[in-house]
Each structure stands twice: as C-alpha cells, then as structure tokens.
C-alpha cells in the first residue's frame, strides 16, 4: 500500500479502516518543505515496498494543524508507530532508517 496523505476530512476514516485491517500504522507528521520530512519519506516508501500489513498515513501540519496539535506535534518529521490501535511503540523526531523501523517491528 502507497503512502496515504490525509487530512482532517479523511484521518479517522483511513486510520479506522487500517486498525480494522489489522495493519501497522505509522503516522508521519511533516511539512512540504522540510528536507528532513523528504529523507524519511524515502525510508518509509522503502520499507512499504517490503512490508504487507502496513499502512503509512501522511499529515502535513501546515494543511491539517488541528491534527498535529491533537498529536501534540512540535517539530518535523515525527513519526509515531502503532502496532495496533493501544500499542504505541515508537514516538520520536527525526529521519528513521527503514532497516530501523523494520526491526522495532520485529519485536
């Protein structure tokens, strides 16, 4: 699966349907015009190419700021993991190679 821009309009419908799929989410908060948020957007479609029950969803704080400040996003990129809908295990900033992410996976 592609990496999925939403929005407000969109966010509870894709992350709903992704829990119910029982995929991994990752949720990658960024801006347009942040290099970090690009070098980790690479990383991420790296890793989407080899993982099936993942889903990426993308928000981009200067389009949907109600859904960074309900995330409490201070800085770009965050990027927080989900294993399932109450188990969040990763929550940081900055670009995470995708043989990292891979591994937290993993455990």
Known sequence: MAIIEVDSDNFNAE???A???GDVVILKFI???????MAL???LEELDEKLEALTILEV????SEDLAQM??????PTMKIYKSENELIYD???VVLAADIEAMLQK
Do not use: H, L
């Open 15 to 17: 992350i709903e349907a």
């Open 19 to 21: 829990f119910q799929r």
């Open 31 to 37: 801006s347009m015009y942040c290099d970090s948020c």
């Open 41 to 43: 957007g690479f990383e």
């Open 60 to 63: 981009d704080c200067g389009v």
């Open 71 to 76: 995330y409490d996003i201070v800085e770009v």
């Open 92 to 94: 940081g900033v900055g």
